[in-house]
């Protein structure tokens, strides 16, 4: 079971940005599409992003597009959320996720493999 380790949240202002970073257990990390979550506190997790085995294909919220940028270096073994032009709104737990399967759906249950999620908050 691939096990999945979150990092680069924190505390940042409205307009500023941030890079999150996932870094899976198992090698090589092509074995897994990779995506992120989010969930606001008493909020459904919601789908953020998710990228395909080799990167070539790449999935965005409505929320995300054209603000956040998923990426993958398979010879890290880590997966990337690049985050621009952050809202209050953004204010989430960001949780990383992969799965044998890329479907680039919105559905938390398509996705087999949940990390512990990195605090992003977005405050003035």
């Known amino acids: 079971q691939v096990q999945l380790a979150e990092s680069g949240g924190g505390l940042v202002q409205p307009g500023d940005s941030l890079k999150l970073s996932c870094v899976a257990s198992e090698r090589p990390s092509s074995m897994f599409a990779m995506g992120w979550f989010r969930q606001a506190p008493g909020k459904e997790r919601e789908f953020v992003a998710a990228?395909?085995?080799?990167?070539?294909?790449?999935t965005y919220a409505e929320s995300a597009k054209g603000r956040f940028a998923i990426s993958r270096d398979n010879a890290k073994n880590t997966v990337y959320l690049q985050m621009n032009g952050l809202k209050p709104e953004d204010t989430a737990n960001y949780f990383c996720?992969?799965?044998?399967?890329?479907?680039?759906?919105?559905?938390?249950?398509?996705?087999?493999?949940w990390g512990q999620g990195t605090q992003v908050t977005v405050s003035s």
């Open positions: 996720v992969a799965d044998h399967v890329y479907k680039g759906t919105y559905w938390p249950a398509d996705y087999a493999f």
């Open positions: 990228i395909s085995h080799r990167g070539d294909g790449s």
